[in-house]
């Protein structure tokens, strides 16, 4: 499903955030990518959703070769992976609805499915009565559930979480890497990025850790490595 | 396109304008007086032209024959005129006519003139082809191949106001584009601004709408129908404005001075309007299309 091979992504600025990274991810898989602050993991995601180019290497994801694609493919890839962004990137100026919504609507889907879909989902990450507030009005945590939702809503076949319980209480934590592994178990590619040492360590899963831009650790039943 | 996919194109659009209504508002300001100026100039011009018509058809030349020619003769002159194609119409004034005319030109009262004339027409060798030609500018032209026929006496015609209609007619045609697409620049360039602002105050949106998965199409519909409504927006309200306008002046020009009417026909409301408002429509909305596609693509790269 994700492949990169030999891939090298340095900054405009000389800042060499990825340094020959080799990585396969199959179809179903659940992974953790872990590692401290400044290791590359939100650039990965970058590359994967082809927001960057690599300066080095090849990446292919859902079969397609990201250094030859063409240009009106790219959108058919991105709307095969649903991303929660770490900093959310939600519309300030739509309400929780729309922004929901929003998702379906840039993949042409029927206005009478929007309407079904949308408040299952909000209901799903616990927002259902905040349907009519902007970002602004919505705590971290809130807001980081509504990016959740938008990545979920098109029952895409790759999801790339970047922190998805970064302000999250244990209990919403918990809640929310529950969901994450039901859809896991119905057959969609969960990629998260985090560093809650506990879950990580609970749940069992791949583990790749990155330092520096190096992978240094890829443990099918790994653990939280830390590097302190 | 799905049709709940245009109508949130449609909404997007016009919250688009509603969002940044300043600059919208702007553009659309110079679209209607660009536009308003359009139709003040293109009536003037319609109204120019259809006059020129008028005249020229008026302006008559006389081909005269030379005495007692038979009338074999002057049927062939006939034939030989009339074969040109830029010929409008050739008649046949007789003596008697011609006296007639003159009467009713130069005597309060013709039939009396007429009947102080008697038998002995003064005009009785002024038999002549009358002749107006579609087109003034072929006036030397045609004088000068009228004169080689053989049995003509002489051609009478009016050279001065032939020439100088002619080229006045250009010289109106050519401002008058002129200043039109001056006007289309202008506003192309406003609408390019409007559109410019609204792209950048949007461009964290339209990252994260690229990013999960929407086409540039989708991302450059709303804009470009912006562009379409502005200029929609901004021909209709001119042009509205203007046939009201138009009707009004008509009224008021026939009704106080009636003696420019009996010289002079206005083209009428209808006439007018039915090239006026299909040229109006596809300019305005032209110019907010061109506007909207040049600027989405410089800005909306991917
Ligand atoms: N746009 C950019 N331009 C230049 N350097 C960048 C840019 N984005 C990230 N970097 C650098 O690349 C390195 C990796 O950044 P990245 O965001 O991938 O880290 P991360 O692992 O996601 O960290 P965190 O856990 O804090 O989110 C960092 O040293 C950062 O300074
Ligand atoms: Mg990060």
Redesign the pocket.
């Given at each position: 499903m994700i492949e990169l091979e030999n891939v090298t992504m340095t900054?405009?600025?000389g800042?060499t955030?990825?340094k020959d990274v080799n990585l396969n991810i199959e179809k179903g898989e659940f992974v953790f990518i872990v590692?401290?602050?400044?290791?590359?993991?939100?650039?990965?995601f970058?590359l994967l959703l082809k927001e960057l180019n690599p300066t080095e290497g090849k990446i292919r994801v859902a079969g397609y070769d990201y250094s030859t694609i063409k240009k009106n493919m790219i959108p058919k890839v991105r709307r095969r992976i649903g991303v929660v962004f770490?900093n959310f990137r939600l519309l300030k100026d739509r309400t929780i609805y729309e922004n929901v919504a929003f998702a379906q609507r840039v993949i042409q889907t029927p206005a009478r499915f929007i309407r079904r879909r949308v408040p299952a989902m909000l209901t799903l990450v616990g927002l259902a009565d905040k349907y009519k507030s902007y970002p602004r009005e919505l705590s971290g945590g809130e807001q980081q559930r509504v990016a959740m939702a938008r990545a979920l809503v098109n029952n895409p076949d790759i999801i790339l979480a970047?922190?998805p319980t970064g302000n999250l209480d244990p209990k919403n934590s918990i809640d929310i890497m529950n969901l994450l592994e039901d859809i896991n178990k119905r057959g969609t590619t969960v990629v998260v990025?985090t560093?809650n040492k506990e879950i990580v360590n609970e749940m069992k899963k791949r583990v790749i850790t990155?330092k520096k831009?190096v992978i240094i650790s890829d443990e099918k039943q790994g653990g939280y490595i830390d590097e302190d | 396109m799905k049709i709940s996919t245009f109508f949130y194109i449609l909404r997007q659009g016009f919250s688009n304008i509603r969002r940044n209504i300043l600059f919208s508002l702007a553009s659309l300001g110079t679209i209607i007086s660009c536009l308003f100026l359009f139709g003040i100039i293109y009536a003037v011009v319609v109204n120019f032209q259809s006059g020129m018509k008028e005249l020229e058809n008026t302006i008559t030349i006389s081909v005269f024959f030379e005495e007692d020619l038979p009338e074999e003769s002057v049927q062939l002159i006939g034939e030989q005129i009339r074969v040109l194609d830029y010929v409008n119409t050739m008649d046949y004034i007789s003596p008697e006519e011609a006296l007639k005319n003159f009467c009713e030109q130069n005597y309060d009262d013709p039939e009396a003139a007429m009947e102080a004339f008697g038998d002995e027409n003064p005009l009785r060798n002024s038999a002549s082809y009358s002749v107006t030609l579609k087109d003034v500018s072929k006036q030397a032209e045609f004088v000068a191949y009228a004169k080689d026929l053989q049995g003509v006496r002489s051609v009478k015609s009016s050279d001065v106001t032939a020439d100088g209609l002619s080229t006045l007619s250009s010289l109106v045609g050519y401002a008058s584009v002129g200043i039109v697409v001056i006007l289309m620049l202008v506003s192309i360039f406003l609408i390019s601004n409007t559109i410019t602002i609204g792209i950048t105050v949007r461009k964290e949106e339209i990252g994260i709408m690229k990013l999960i998965g929407a086409t540039n199409f989708f991302v450059r519909a709303p804009f470009i129908i912006e562009g379409i409504i502005i200029g929609a927006v901004g021909s209709a309200i001119p042009l509205v404005l203007l046939y009201e306008m138009y009707e009004k002046i008509l009224a008021y020009v026939v009704g106080r001075f009636k003696v420019i009417t009996s010289i002079f026909a206005f083209v009428s409301q209808e006439e007018l309007f039915k090239t006026m408002i299909p040229v109006g429509l596809v300019l305005g909305i032209g110019v907010g299309l061109f506007g909207s596609l040049v600027t989405t693509r410089k800005h909306l790269k991917v």
């Open positions: 900054y405009p600025g800042m955030a990825l590692g401290s602050s400044g290791s590359g993991k939100t650039t990965l970058k770490q970047d922190e990025v560093h990155l831009g | -």
